[in-house]
């Protein structure tokens, strides 16, 4: 009998989820062909040093613009409806798992969320903090915030006035294995960007160059190659100094770039493997579960060690939400051979889409069971 | 390495002691939650009710957790710890079977000892424990599936069908515990696996009687109550307006026993009477002619007139032709008789209406001419012969009891009372027909007769009639076909098997207890089997209660059943017992021949439109415009 998300595994484990780019649409767009554009890139050998500025430009502006630009636009609360959706589906998300592990009365799994992420928006920090929800983003110090991993797992009590009782309190922790554009290097360490001063330099930086745009996501990167103009040449020629400062100033961002070779800095190289392993650390608890949403498993680091977990850790369970029931092709994992059947895809009924939204609507009905919802 | 994976996973303590049959379990300090996860399948922790294997060398010993407590562990590092750590887990542990060869044996060859490592079930072990079937009983038509492990959703239970059906039944629990759900739930899902199957109609009967209705529906066409109506017929029985009538064959109808108890006659002096009247042969078939001779034979004899009188009112009322006008003419006729005291004779005054005479007929002077009248007395209103069965047995006892009257010229004061709970025989009347055979259409696969609009009287005599009845001819088939088969079920059996009732006589009593006590004690032998449901088992006689073979036990709240469940249910372990009180709605301990262990079942929902419709008032929704 296929396994399903019930009460009764969300009683009874270590709760982990893997979101990916999925859960952040349409309010940012979907990664699609930037790897491929950029791994081509670093392999062509018949270019010359314009062209190569000029596609990384274009290349990284693509990615800037679908993954990246928005979120200043979060910052500035922006009405836009897509954002007001998105931002939707984030708060219902951590306030039914909040309740779900809030109403769990149980003194044997902690009251620890984990929330592992490749996204690199800030939507997961901006929600919890909108809905004044503890949350461990692995930064510590109030004037210069650093990322310090050792500040994941705190646990949180609040002690009663009354009777000083503890009692602890449901916590995110929320791991962004790719980075996030609100960090930032800065001498040897990872600081928290608040306001996202990076990325509104680079904003400024771009928006004084007008370079031909590449419009069609779906073009391969030989398509690219030729619709560089002479006029693009031109102005390269002229806004040099401007283009390298725009590389420059977009290699300082602390995330990973779609290539097969990811890494900027070495900190964040070493940072992004302590990430990964605290992900497989955790998948190799007893009990647990991972739900997995919005994600493909394209990336193939976790994708590793998601299987390897499951062939090792018969106490394991994973479930991965499909988007439309067209798994096969977008889900990376789904026809690996798992010997502990630990593995389960979840895939949407006819004429309907596993959306963030419609995800939520699985767990609101778990809580439904458990207790009545207020509406506030 | 998978087999060490496992054993890791599953192993959730050791023996820390054993003394007699208790077994307690020290468990392993990270094994405390409800469920364990493994390869996928979600496995049930062990708590109080769940089963625990005890691996002693090779022999793998089953038992039931019967309670757990804790010790705290005062050396732990308290500024340090785990907060699964601070406590140390006991389970008391009884000892139900083993498993051997992959099969689960109830019953302890060897005891554990202390050390001998605990494990879990995994999901085939726990199949096992819970596979009541014998090899082959599955694959066939065997078993039916009534409803799943309360404690463990996945667990479906099946129940061989031999063992359950060849066996009485009980099924006790209060008032909207679920009972009359799980009754039906049974018989549909064992009708609807045989009921395409010519020989299951040829051979076996199912008779429903339900004291409160809720087995049928006025809708005959689309009563679909159990199973669909083409396999079954209905008797909603009414004392008020006839409705169906159940068929009584005339032997069973005329048995003097049964009328003894009707009529509530009295042993000494109204049984032997009744017999007497059983015997006396009254020419129905001259019905007309016979009643003038009585009538002038009582004239002769020089009966009070008031007798006279009585006798014509009494035989009137059976007849329902009290108030026809050539009765009353009639009654006026033999008023007209005179006695007179001196002569010891009847006579009639001259200028008599009826006679054109100016002087006095002396009855023994004018003998011929008075009775020559008398018979040409012409009343048409009066049947000139009497079929039915319902007015031969009244019409027999008032005229023996003239009779008696007439030649032993005794006091019949003893028997007077018995003359007037005759009217009772107009219920009875409304309720059954009196056939000589059973035809084909006499009886469907399933019967359901519904008391719920009959009287009293009706609703404690006709189901011991029926029952009695269709026992004796099952018992006659029985030894002229042997594989036939009837199902006697009783609803609210309370109403009819209570062994204390003050307003009834002793000897009712007897009778009734008997009937169904020999069902019970020897039914077996002819095929025959009782189920029973009550929500009161302690007004249940307990050698009834005793000897059934399976019970269902619904919620039980009254100490009293309680009791009466436990003195006299052998099958039930102190667990089960002490879940009696709380359980919810639907769920049932199932214990008996038929399954090795009590369990505690949820019984599945009954496809709608067959369910029974006994579900409890709504309230506040009536009475809100």
Not at chain 2, 18 to 29: A, E, L, P, S
Not at chain 2, 422 to 437: F, G, P, S, T
Request: hydrophobic share 35%; net charge neutral; charged share 30%.
């Amino acid at each position: 009998m296929e396994l399903k998300i019930n009460k009764k595994i969300i009683e009874n484990s270590n709760i982990n989820f893997l979101i990916g780019s999925g859960a952040s649409v349409p309010f940012f767009g979907v990664l699609s062909n930037i790897e491929n554009w950029l791994t081509d890139l670093d392999k062509d050998k018949n270019i010359n040093e314009e062209e190569y500025l000029l596609l990384k430009f274009l290349f990284y502006r693509e990615y800037y613009q679908i993954a990246m630009k928005s979120n200043i636009d979060i910052l500035k609360n922006t009405t836009e409806i897509n954002f007001l959706r998105v931002k939707k589906n984030y708060e219902n998300f951590f306030k039914i798992i909040r309740a779900l592990i809030f109403e769990r009365k149980s003194n044997l799994f902690s009251k620890q969320i984990n929330v592992f992420t490749t996204n690199i928006d800030i939507f997961h920090e901006y929600v919890l903090d909108q809905l004044n929800y503890d949350f461990n983003d692995g930064f510590f110090g109030r004037f210069k915030p650093k990322l310090d991993l050792s500040s994941f797992r705190r646990t949180f009590h609040k002690e009663s006035l009354f009777f000083n009782k503890m009692s602890e309190i449901p916590i995110f922790n929320i791991y962004k294995l790719h980075g996030s554009v609100n960090w930032k290097y800065d001498e040897g360490e990872i600081i928290l960007d608040l306001n996202l001063s990076l990325l509104k330099e680079i904003n400024k930086l771009l928006n004084s160059i007008n370079i031909t745009a590449i419009e069609d996501q779906t073009k391969t990167y030989d398509e690219i190659k030729k619709i560089i103009t002479k006029n693009d040449f031109e102005i390269l020629q002229k806004k040099k100094d401007i283009i390298k400062q725009f590389i420059e100033s977009y290699e300082k961002l602390q995330i990973i770039n779609p290539t097969k070779e990811k890494f900027q800095e070495t900190v964040f190289k070493k940072t992004h493997y302590e990430l990964l392993r605290i992900f497989s650390n955790e998948l190799e608890k007893e009990n647990t579960i991972l739900i997995v949403i919005g994600f493909s498993f394209a990336d193939e680091h976790i994708r590793d060690i998601t299987i390897r977990a499951l062939n090792y850790n018969p106490l394991l369970n994973v479930f991965v939400y499909d988007y439309d029931g067209n798994g096969v092709k977008h889900i990376e994992i789904e026809n690996t051979k798992i010997k502990n059947n630990n593995l389960h895809i979840i895939k949407p009924q006819e004429n309907y889409q596993y959306d963030f939204e419609n995800i939520n609507h699985d767990f609101e009905n778990i809580l439904k069971e458990i207790k009545e919802i207020k509406e506030d | 390495m998978k087999e060490f994976e496992k054993e890791s996973v599953f192993r959730i303590g050791e023996v820390y002691s054993v003394d007699g049959r208790k077994i307690k379990i020290k468990v392993d300090k990270n094994k405390n939650s409800s469920y364990i996860f493994y390869q996928g399948q979600i496995i049930k922790n062990i708590s109080v009710g769940s089963y625990i294997k005890i691996v002693k060398g090779y022999i793998k010993i089953i038992g039931k957790v019967e309670g757990e407590y804790i010790e705290e562990d005062k050396s732990i590092n308290l500024a340090y710890y785990k907060q699964s750590e601070k406590i140390n887990r006991y389970l008391l542990v009884s000892l139900l079977g083993y498993i051997e060869r992959n099969k689960f044996f109830q019953g302890i060859k060897e005891m554990p000892l202390v050390f001998n490592e605990c494990y879990l079930l995994d999901n085939k072990e726990f199949n096992m424990v819970h596979n009541f079937l014998d090899l082959g009983e599955e694959e066939n038509y065997g078993s039916i599936v009534i409803g799943k492990l309360a404690l463990e959703d996945n667990q479906d239970i099946k129940v061989s069908i031999d063992k359950l059906f060849a066996s009485h039944i009980g099924i006790f629990g209060n008032t909207g515990s679920g009972k009359s759900y799980t009754l039906a739930k049974l018989y549909h899902e064992l009708l609807e696996k045989f009921k395409n199957n010519k020989n299951f109609h040829k051979t076996s009967r199912f008779v429903l009687i339900d004291f409160n209705g809720e087995y049928l529906i006025d809708d005959k066409e689309r009563d679909y109550t159990i199973i669909e109506p083409e396999y079954k017929k209905t008797f909603n029985l009414n004392t008020r307006n006839s409705k169906d009538k159940f068929p009584i064959l005339k032997k069973y109808f005329e048995d003097i026993e049964f009328w003894a108890i009707y009529l509530n006659a009295t042993e000494k002096t109204q049984i032997p009477f009744l017999k007497r009247s059983f015997k006396m042969e009254v020419d129905f078939e001259n019905f007309k002619i016979y009643f003038l001779n009585f009538i002038i034979m009582m004239l002769e004899k020089k009966f009070a007139m008031s007798d006279i009188q009585n006798f014509l009112e009494e035989i009137g009322k059976i007849l329902h032709i009290n108030d026809q006008e050539d009765y009353i003419m009639f009654i006026n006729f033999i008023n007209s008789f005179i006695y007179h005291s001196s002569s010891e004779v009847y006579y009639i005054q001259p200028n008599n209406t009826y006679f054109n005479n100016d002087k006095r007929l002396y009855f023994n002077d004018h003998r011929e001419e008075l009775v020559k009248e008398i018979k040409n007395y012409n009343f048409n209103s009066f049947p000139e012969k009497i079929e039915d069965n319902f007015l031969k047995i009244p019409l027999k006892i008032i005229f023996q009891f003239y009779n008696d009257k007439l030649e032993k010229n005794m006091n019949m004061e003893f028997i007077a009372p018995l003359l007037k709970r005759l009217r009772r025989i107009n219920y009875l009347e409304k309720v059954i027909e009196v056939i000589d055979n059973y035809s084909e259409n006499s009886l469907n696969l399933m019967n359901i007769i519904s008391l719920k609009n009959v009287n009293s009287e009706i609703k404690k005599i006709l189901p011991l009639l029926i029952v009695k009845q269709l026992y004796e001819e099952q018992k006659v088939n029985k030894n002229l076909d042997n594989k036939k088969y009837l199902n006697i079920i009783i609803d609210e059996a309370h109403n009819i098997l209570s062994p204390i009732s003050n307003r009834e006589s002793e000897q009712w009593k007897e009778y009734r207890l008997e009937t169904f006590e020999e069902i019970i004690k020897e039914g077996r032998k002819f095929g025959v089997f009782l189920t029973i449901a009550s929500q009161r088992p302690s007004d249940i006689s307990s050698t009834i209660i005793s000897q059934l073979h399976n019970y269902f036990l619904h919620r039980l709240i009254n100490n009293k059943d309680i009791e009466a469940v436990e003195r006299t249910i052998s099958y039930l372990d102190r667990l089960s017992f002490e879940y009696l009180s709380i359980l919810p709605t639907g769920t049932c301990i199932l214990a008996g021949l038929a399954i090795p262990m009590p369990i505690i079942i949820s019984v599945y929902e009954i496809k709608t439109g067959y369910e029974p419709k006994s579900e409890t008032i709504k309230l506040v929704k009536h009475w809100i415009d």
